[in-house]
């Protein structure tokens, strides 16, 4: 007798909560796992970071099970840039969930969430390693621009108007 598979429930994307911290910092241990990245935040940065709505992680949820987080964080006004300035960071889909389109509906909430809190700009640094997500990027209208931060594993820098 063949199984088959059941099919997946509606992905739910939420702010996450101070609640939330234990899954979290589980899917930030995976990506910077995978992917290589030098781990610069700690527990503390990650509550801190859960502690000021409407920025913060941004869960995505599939059938009550994280499967996924990005990180709005506010960035300091910048120089010839009229509007207000936001950071996407740490995309990750775990990797049992790929293949169903998450990372658009993060990126979706994201740029929702930071249009809906009065953000005109939303930056994001990459690596070329990162292929799958450039392509993503790009595909959403983000445009290369000058280095904006000091992140020394970046290499690649993009921006998307808001408004």
């Not at 993060?106 to 009065?118: N, Q, V």
């Amino acid at each position: 007798m063949q199984t088959r598979k059941q099919p997946m429930n509606s992905p739910l994307t939420r702010l996450a909560t101070p609640a939330d911290l234990p899954q979290v910092l589980a899917l930030l241990d995976h990506y910077y796992t995978e992917w290589d990245i030098w781990q610069r935040d700690t527990e503390a940065t990650v509550r801190e970071a859960l502690q000021h709505p409407p920025l913060g992680y941004i869960l995505v949820e599939v059938d009550s099970q994280p499967a996924g987080c990005v990180l709005l964080k506010p960035l300091p006004a910048m120089p010839g840039v009229v509007g207000k300035p936001v950071e996407c960071k740490r995309l990750f889909v775990s990797p049992d969930f790929r293949g169903r389109r998450l990372a658009d509906t993060l990126m979706d909430a994201a740029e929702a969430a930071a249009r809906t809190a009065g953000y005109a700009w939303m930056y994001l640094d990459t690596k070329p390693e990162f292929a799958a997500a450039i392509a993503l990027y790009h595909r959403r209208g983000y445009q290369p621009v000058e280095r904006y931060n000091d992140n020394p594993q970046a290499t690649i820098f993009l921006r998307l108007a808001l408004t």
